[in-house]
């Protein structure tokens, strides 16, 4: 269960990660609410699952989600790029936290 909360927990991430993009500097009322509510959510939510995951791997796994994620918003919402550079990036990431999964 506490992988599930894990992995919900960088959804909310990426959330607030892109949500920040829509505040214009803390400058708009109501994308602000819903990201400091997404930081909230992710905050706790890691919180709860460090209660039995370690703590370099739950971090790094909440990092890489929000990373990874946020990644793809940028292509899809902004145009981001899709070098293959930056994709062979991603592709890296998340490697690693699949070999941290199963070290756990």
Same mark, same amino acid.
């Given at each position: 269960m506490s992988w599930i909360i894990l992995f919900l927990a960088g959804l909310f991430e990426i959330g607030?990660?892109?949500g920040l993009k829509f505040t214009e500097g803390f400058t708009r009322p109501i994308p602000t609410l819903l990201t400091v509510t997404a930081m909230l959510a +992710? &905050?706790?939510l890691l919180g709860l699952a460090m209660?039995?995951?370690?703590?370099?791997?739950a971090y790094a796994v909440w990092t890489g989600v929000g990373a990874i994620g946020t990644v793809i918003a940028g292509i899809l919402l902004f145009g981001e790029?899709? +070098? &293959?550079l930056r994709l062979g990036s991603v592709l890296l990431v998340c490697i690693g936290l699949l070999g941290l999964k199963l070290s756990h």
């Open positions: 607030w990660a892109v +992710s &905050l706790g209660k039995e995951l370690p703590l370099g791997t790029s899709t +070098s &293959l």
